[in-house]
């Protein structure tokens, strides 16, 4: 113990010290899961994480050659905390190949969306902010959100995305949230895309009641089908866009792009300097040359839509076949299939465990919900096992489903 009001704590233990705000968002569920995941032996149906033959490994080599034969001196330099000139001026492109045109002003580059997310909250939530978001929610929002000292507003959600419908009773109720977060796109966990008839009802109220719109679409150039839905987006003050390029290109360069309204991009960039002072110049100077061929990315995302579909369908089928028990709905794009265990004596929990003796690692539901049960959803990623560990994944699903029914 100590002699200063009991502050200080004995020696490796510092809970006595750290500031209040730590404990707040935290969740170590999918630390967990993901670390059992990469144990040997097992197969992984749990991250959220892209195949690593969608990689366009051989143009990054190409590109990396050429960024440090011509640019190294200012490639292998600190730059500017909002980005490269280059990569801004792709970023706001990639902004307007998605739906909502703005000039690289009003463009950033970050350190994935996840800084994104946290630059979003920092910036704009004081403890006691209420946040209204999908329920199930992407768990590294969730995360950002409260950790910043927020209130959640759980909304239902389903195919179509969030109900805008129940967000509007609730602010004709009183209730003031300061964002509204969505995933327009191929929802993670649930899949769902938001309706264009929802996203301009969505607008609509967040002009009205004065609220900001977080749009986080990491999924949308993953459709397997279709056109891409046009963005809320629409008058350019309202909405703050995160364009992850993680599932797109990949994740380990940690660079992505964010665009905000003018009077707020400022804000997010002073709150990304005392965070990191900027993103990685090497990984933007390859990305922005990479993303400066006016060829690539059409081409690259096709090849990944095809990829993903081609293995949506397979998994889709095999677990048809042999999971009768596990409820479902065919993915449209994205890489997970959210999935009901129709089975009253099996919940998703119980099977996690069965299915990790077994050597396969799922996510269940629980972690995703914020009020909703989630004792009997699971999400499966279908984007990183090939065909053969597919068809050994699901056996081993299905030995784990029997092996808990007789517990
Ligand atoms: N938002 C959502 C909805 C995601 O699923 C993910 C990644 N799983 C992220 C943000 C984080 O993306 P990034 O790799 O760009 O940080």
Known sequence: MTGDGGRAATAGDFSGLLARRTSWGRSDAIDRILSAANAPGVLS???GIPAPDSFPVARLAEVTDRVLSRSAASALQYAPTAGTAAMREAVARRAGETGAPVGPERAMVTGGSQQGLDLVARTLLDEGDSVALDDPSYLGAVQSFRGAGARLLPLP???DG?????LAERLAAGARPKLVYVVPHFHNPTGGVLTTERRRELAALADRYGFLIVEDDPYGDLAFEGERLPSTDVHGDRVVRLLSLSKTLCPGFRVAGLTAPAGLLGELVAAKQ???LQTNTFGQYVLAELLGDPAFLPAHLARLRTLYGGKARATAALLRERLPWLGFEDPRGGLFFWCSVDDPRVTSDLLYEHALAQGLALVPGAPFCIEQ???????LSFAT???????????RLATAFDKARAD
């Open 45 to 47: 149906m749990a991250g």
């Open 385 to 395: 096992l090939d065909e053969e560990q597919r068809r050994e994944g699901v056996s």
């Open 373 to 379: 049960d989630g004792s009997r959803l699971l999400r």
């Open 157 to 159: 959600t389903d195919r």
């Open 162 to 166: 969030m109900r805008v419908d129940v």
């Open 274 to 276: 005392s965070s990191d």
